[in-house]
């Protein structure tokens, strides 16, 4: 069972435009993690924010958590084809485990 | 440093036959995960190792499927029999002692299982 909710599944965004992904989940977290998946690759995790976390930068991405509506958001500035991937993000539960939603497909264009 | 290794990356079986994945986790880091991914889904814990036991094997098929981590290092996953709906993409990642599971999971590329 995958627990997050991603908004939306696919965004097509032109290069240089910014890139924002939502995620929503059911449970209460110890932590919040986004990660990353290129066609025919693993997950590359991006950031991880904790609970009691409000907002967290790092480079052009920038998270925010509201525990009070269970929801995160990711947002990539200034989008470069390379972003082109899969992003999930995925909850850690008070026992430890992770769960993933079913992602956002991002495709920017040249 | 070298990341997590998984071998075959690709194999076709047809259904009914055996198939076993291996994984060499980053050196150091005690727990290791093995998940399944369908085609455009987020992936999902089959079995979650901490050192040699396996502390989290809930959504592990086990009629058909097993795993095994032999030293606290390299683990296997087999699936015997197979079935078409095992195709899929079985990823293993490991993460660092301390706060364990808790920390960021780094995984391998995965080995896409194709079942005829």
């Known amino acids: 069972s995958q627990q997050g909710e991603e908004d939306p599944q696919a965004l097509s965004i032109q290069e240089g435009e910014n890139a924002t992904m939502n995620c929503s989940y059911k449970?209460?977290?110890?932590?919040l993690q986004w990660y990353r998946q290129n066609s025919g690759r693993g997950l590359v995790h991006l950031i991880l924010?904790?609970?009691?976390?409000r907002e967290k930068h790092s480079g052009r991405l920038r998270v925010t958590l509201d525990t009070s509506k269970k929801s995160s958001s990711l947002l990539i500035t200034a989008s470069r084809a390379a972003d082109t991937a899969s992003y999930f993000c995925?909850?850690?539960?008070?026992?430890?485990?992770?769960?993933f939603g079913q992602g956002t497909e991002l495709s920017v264009k040249p | 440093e070298a990341g997590v290794v998984q071998s075959p990356r690709y194999k076709i079986i047809e259904k009914k036959q055996p198939v076993a994945f291996w994984c060499n986790p980053i050196?150091?880091?005690?727990?290791l995960y093995w998940y399944l991914q369908n085609l455009g889904q987020g992936p999902e814990l089959l079995i979650r190792?901490?050192?040699?036991?396996?502390?989290?094997d809930s959504q592990l098929p086990k009629d058909r499927f097993s795993a095994e981590r032999l030293k606290g290092v390299d683990s296997t996953l087999k699936i015997q029999p197979a079935e078409l709906g095992d195709s899929a993409v079985y990823l293993c990642?490991?993460?660092?002692?301390?706060?364990?599971?808790?920390?960021?999971?780094?995984f391998g590329p995965g080995t896409r299982l194709t079942v005829l």
């Open positions: 990642a490991s993460s660092s002692r301390g706060t364990g599971t808790y920390n960021e999971q780094f």
């Open positions: 190792y901490e050192n040699e036991e396996a502390v989290d």
């Open positions: 449970t209460s977290i110890n932590n």
């Open positions: 995925a909850t850690v539960n008070q026992g430890g485990k992770l769960i």
């Open positions: 924010i904790r609970s009691n976390e």
């Open positions: 050196s150091g880091h005690n727990t």
